[in-house]
């Protein structure tokens, strides 16, 4: 007896019969079209077994069917871009929506790299230093009266450079004596320390934190032997050579603020008329 050889879906015999397999079962052109075949997005007919489906994002097409939305030309074999869910050749695509170049003023054709800055669009092969003319690429680059430059360039042309190290100042920097700093390079020509930013004095033109300049330059007072800045306001009495610090001018004895009093001296001390009647 004769094994049967039947259709999965209708059960009517294959013998003799052109048939499709689908997941190892059989199955009659009928109902595997009817079953499984995709339907055209530009006919909305089935495609059939024996026509080509050509698909793209899950959608599917004849392959007459697959053309240009706009030019009707067929996008078999050829590349093609999306747009709204339309199909179209690069030719009417770059027409349509494609940018133009900045520079060369041509389109950036679909799948070209391209440049984008501030809402203009250039060709990567276009997009070059306006001083060395070579392209700038993903480097980082500085934008100057409407051209761009690469940041050696710029450097070179238009930074200023530090009076220290002599390199180019691209961002920040300080101004002393009408020259210009990088901040790091601005320090307290005694301890090196950071000067950007804090108080600061000179000496021969040279830049020093307080600290420093009172260790280096300042009296002493000759009461506590600290010294007297002399800056932001600070008043002290100097007399015969030496000095104070207001709160320091006291009396030897009794300690009495002797600012803007009388006073008598004794060897190196200070004394207040009373303190001092007996000498």
């Not at 530009?42 to 495609?47: D, T």
């Not at 590349?79 to 900045?102: G, M, R, V």
């Not at 060897?267 to 001092?276: A, K, Q, S």
Request: charged share 25%; with cysteine.
């Amino acid at each position: 007896m004769t094994e049967r050889f039947d259709c999965n879906y209708c059960k009517e015999s294959l013998f003799g019969k052109k048939y499709i397999l689908k997941e190892d079962s059989p199955y009659c052109v009928k109902c595997y079209e009817n079953l499984y075949s995709n339907t055209c997005e530009e006919c909305k007919k089935p495609i059939g077994a024996d026509c080509k489906d050509l698909s793209y994002k899950d959608r599917h097409w004849h392959e007459t069917c697959f053309h240009c939305f706009q030019c009707k030309n067929s996008l078999v074999d050829k590349p093609f871009a999306a747009k709204e869910e339309h199909l179209l050749c690069t030719d009417c695509y770059s027409n349509e929506y494609s940018s133009k170049c900045n520079e060369c003023k041509k389109t950036i054709m679909p799948g070209t790299r391209k440049m984008e800055y501030k809402g203009n669009s250039w060709h990567e092969t276009c997009f070059i230093c306006y001083r060395c003319q070579q392209p700038i690429g993903t480097k980082s680059f500085i934008p100057k009266d409407n051209q761009n430059f690469c940041v050696p360039c710029y450097e070179k042309q238009f930074a200023m450079q530090c009076v220290q190290c002599k390199k180019a100042i691209t961002t920040g920097g300080v101004t002393y004596r009408e020259q210009p700093w990088h901040k790091e390079c601005f320090v307290c020509t005694g301890c090196k320390k950071q000067l950007s930013g804090q108080r600061f004095t000179s000496r021969d033109e040279f830049a020093y934190c307080l600290s420093c300049f009172c260790n280096l330059y300042a009296k002493k007072c000759a009461g506590c032997t600290n010294p007297i800045s002399g800056l932001g306001g600070t008043k002290y009495i100097s007399f015969e050579e030496r000095q104070w610090h207001n709160d320091c001018f006291n009396c030897k004895k009794c300690s009495l603020s002797l600012v803007g009093r009388g006073f008598l001296t004794e060897r190196d001390d200070i004394l207040c008329p009373e303190c001092g009647k007996d000498i």
